[in-house]
């Protein structure tokens, strides 16, 4: 019995040393493998033998799996890729494989950016940087990179001579002396070649003008009213009252194109019970009757795009030509004044002029970019327009280019990413002209 237990015990020291032994050659076996796959991957990378290169550079990180394989493998898929682009799809597959592997190493993350770039595929390149961000993993080139990929615009193919300011759901737009709607997107709406069409409110309400008469219209088609002129020129339909020019002079209608009330020089849209007109010289509020609600009047009284002018809970009027914020209960917010200021257009963050050049400032009076442009609109949808050396560019809210100074003028960016621009255009070897034309983002921004 003694002498079984020595033999099995002498059997299991056999089998262990021939174990030890087999794995040791094994490994030494793939040691060697692994060196000769390094070796072998850098002399064809030197030999301009890219792809073989790749190849061998995956062998030999399935037995290193370090940042250094990575990196020599990465040098032959950029070097590989510059001859010929058809590689893309693999070397992208690679670098997110590695992002996911080593997700602190930045230049990973550098480096597929810069390939989504290469092929124009911005909002990959975007989401990327956001999601990197998400994981603390940032620096000035993805910073500057997510200003550049974040902000691609497209230019639309239709010109026009002029437009009022966006509304509702569509532009009003002249083209070839007649107006047409243009939807917020920059396509074509489907009113075309009228004698005049007004802004349009939320709920779809405007006023069409075509060569026999002049109409207020709701937003499921329905003609409210007939004007028993011909309309060229009025505000928002809002609250069951139109702001008409006639005579020189405004006048509000109701939605059966009867007059109310009304000989003003200038007449905004109705709010709340109240709109902000100017009679002799001097700007009031008045209510639905036509009465002024005091014996206060101002220099100036800005109204937004549709006419209003209270915009969450801030008004934007001048006494003595000094242009204060108050609120809603006309009590100034601040104790900043300044000569001109522009609409408010959706941000609490408006455009001003100082000492000939543009800055913003918030309703607080807190001045969030000093004035150093030549011209500034109030931001809208993040950014804003502004002016140096005659042409117009865009701006973040942290006073980022990142549209350049391309454009003779430009508007605010609407609720889809989309604005006006004034462009310069060649026209047949005649004199040069100027048109408006749509921009929209291409990338969805967080």
Do not use: H
């Amino acid at each position: 019995m003694k002498i079984q237990r020595i033999l099995i015990v002498i059997v299991l020291a056999v089998f262990l040393a021939y174990g030890w032994a087999s794995y040791v050659g094994d490994k030494s076996s793939t040691l060697r493998e692994y060196n000769r796959n390094i070796k072998q991957a850098n002399q064809w990378y030197e030999d301009g033998l890219y792809q073989r290169a790749i190849q061998k550079y995956e062998l030999a990180i399935e037995y290193d799996n370090s940042e250094e394989n990575w990196d020599s493998m990465f040098a032959a898929y950029d070097a590989r890729f510059k001859e010929d682009s058809e590689i893309y799809n693999d070397y992208v597959d690679a670098l997110t494989k590695a992002i996911k592997l080593f997700s602190d190493n930045e230049d990973y993350v550098e480096q597929l950016v810069d390939l989504y770039m290469e092929k124009e595929k911005y909002q990959l390149a975007y989401d990327l940087i956001i999601m990197s961000e998400k994981s603390d993993l940032t620096n000035s080139y993805l910073m500057r990179k997510k200003l550049i990929s974040g902000y691609r615009y497209r230019l639309t193919g239709f010109g026009f001579q002029s437009f009022l300011p966006y509304s509702g759901d569509f532009y009003s737009v002249v083209r070839k002396d007649l107006y047409s709607s243009v939807n917020l997107d920059g396509s074509m709406g489907k009113l075309e070649d009228l004698v005049y069409l007004s802004q349009c409110n939320d709920e779809g309400a405007y006023v069409r003008t075509d060569e026999s008469s002049s109409r207020l219209i709701d937003g499921e088609g329905v003609v409210l009213g007939i004007f028993d002129f011909q309309v060229m020129e009025c505000g928002l339909f809002s609250e069951d009252l139109l702001p008409v020019l006639s005579d020189d002079s405004y006048a509000y209608y109701d939605s059966f194109a009867v007059k109310q009330f009304g000989n003003y020089e200038q007449a905004g849209a109705f709010q709340d019970g109240k709109a902000a007109v100017k009679q002799d010289g001097m700007w009031g509020i008045i209510n639905s009757s036509g009465e002024f609600v005091s014996d206060e009047r101002y220099s100036d009284i800005l109204l937004d795009r549709n006419g209003y002018y209270l915009y969450d809970g801030i008004i934007v009027a001048a006494k003595d030509n000094l242009y204060s914020f108050y609120n809603s209960e006309w009590k100034v917010i601040s104790d900043f004044v300044c000569n001109s200021i522009d609409v408010y257009s959706g941000t609490d963050l408006f455009a001003f002029e100082q000492d000939g050049k543009w800055g913003f400032v918030t309703s607080k009076g807190e001045v969030v970019i000093e004035p150093l442009y030549d011209g500034a609109k109030s931001f809208s949808n993040g950014v804003a327009a502004v002016q140096l050396d005659g042409k117009w560019g865009f701006v973040t809210e942290d006073n980022q280019v990142v549209v350049d100074f391309l454009f003779d003028d430009a508007d605010y960016f609407n609720k889809e990413g989309a604005c006006m621009v004034l462009m310069t255009i060649p026209n047949d070897g005649e004199e040069d002209k100027l048109v408006w034309k749509t921009i929209i983002w291409t990338v969805e921004r967080e």
